[in-house]
């Protein structure tokens, strides 16, 4: 009789801490008694699972999705060193990895406020649409037929969600998961434009409820709830108000599956069946927020190890304490997410 346990994955996005999530996802995929049946994600989410599909595809499994994560983020790491967004020696000097200094963070905001990012010129173009595009191949996303993924993006003329999945993954709709609307233009698909997946899943559970056979749902939460400082810029403002609005949408969610057994259908707004889902969470919380706001747009390759190394804790430590509730009972820990100011005092 196999001892192999099948886990559905929900990532959530949020900047650079998306290392994070490699770090857990590097972990568990090295877990043999542990399958992975489906993904969903959210902007760095969407991004970590679009990588780990790639990786996976045509027989490269675990090893080739771990392998493919790795040079993912190690890239981005070494690209960063040749991106304007620097971290300023008087970042370096006040630590937590802030960038609060660095003229190339509020130096986005400034060319946002001035451009107004909601059509395609150079100061409101992604960087990050040609990196995706050269680092990861998705027509093999496409044909992977090992994982099902669903990732969220939320459409700005109707206000609702949009879920893309795995046969249909391109980078145009990763980027329409990642599309910040107070720093890059909208992205269009197929005549309709998108921001940003968080502000309607941050990340989503419903397609997973819906669509995998699994009841176990693995959240990995790396969006901070509660920070000890205040915001001290407009850079930092936006960083933080976006933090947010992404944290509601993911409450709204966990809420209405532990107080009502139902789940939030992200494209309509409206309930769906029943949700007998068993929820697991590996959260980045408290060790996250301690460090700076301005730190989700750190992508030097020290600080992404160094994401990467508490992911791998953390994940470790999950297995550790709940890979035996797998398919017996819920270990969700709702203090990361409703009672995080206690959490980090």
């Given at each position: 009789m196999s001892s192999e346990k099948t886990i559905c994955l929900a990532l959530q996005g949020g900047g650079t801490y998306g290392a994070f999530g490699w770090g857990v996802l590097d972990r568990l995929l090295q877990e043999q008694e542990l399958a992975i049946e489906a993904v969903s994600g959210t902007s760095a989410g969407a991004v970590n699972a679009a990588v780990m599909a790639d990786g996976y595809a045509l027989g490269g499994g675990r090893e080739g999705a771990r392998a493919?994560?790795?040079?993912?983020?190690?890239?981005?790491?070494?690209?960063?060193?040749?991106?304007?967004?620097?971290?300023?020696?008087?970042d370096y000097l006040a630590g937590r990895h802030t960038m609060q200094t660095s003229p190339g963070y509020h130096m986005m905001q400034m060319a946002a406020a001035m451009a107004g990012p909601v059509f395609e010129i150079p100061f409101t173009l992604n960087p990050l649409r040609h990196f995706?595009?050269?680092?990861?191949?998705?027509?093999?996303?496409?044909?992977?037929?090992?994982?099902?993924?669903?990732?969220?993006?939320?459409?700005?003329?109707?206000?609702?969600?949009?879920?893309?999945?795995r046969e249909e993954l391109d980078v145009q709709r990763v980027m329409a998961s990642c599309c910040l609307p107070t720093v890059f233009a909208a992205v269009e698909v197929e005549g309709e434009t998108y921001w940003d997946g968080s502000y309607v899943a941050n990340p989503p559970l419903a397609p997973l409820l819906r669509h995998a056979s699994s009841r176990d749902i693995v959240i990995v939460q790396i969006n901070p709830v509660a920070r000890r400082e205040l915001p001290r810029s407009m850079a930092d403002i936006g960083n933080r108000s976006d933090e947010i609005a992404f944290n509601i949408s993911f409450m709204r969610e966990v809420s209405s599956i532990l107080n009502t057994r139902t789940v939030p259908d992200e494209e309509q707004g409206r309930n769906v069946q029943p949700a007998p889902a068993l929820l697991h969470l590996i959260s980045g919380h408290p060790h996250l927020a301690e460090f700076s706001i301005s730190s989700k747009m750190n992508a030097q390759p020290a600080?992404?190890?160094?994401?990467?190394?508490?992911g791998v804790a953390a994940a470790q430590e999950w297995l550790d304490n709940h890979k035996h509730d797998l398919g017996v009972r819920a270990s969700f820990d709702p203090a990361p997410v409703f009672f995080s100011d206690i959490v980090s005092s």
């Open positions: 493919a994560l790795d040079k993912f983020w190690m890239k981005l790491g070494q690209t960063a060193l040749l991106s304007p967004l620097q971290p300023s020696p008087f995706l595009s050269a680092t990861i191949d998705f027509e093999r996303v496409r044909a992977c037929k090992a994982l099902s993924i669903f990732i969220a993006a939320t459409n700005v003329r109707t206000g609702t969600g949009k879920l893309f999945v600080f992404l190890q160094r994401l990467h190394d508490m």
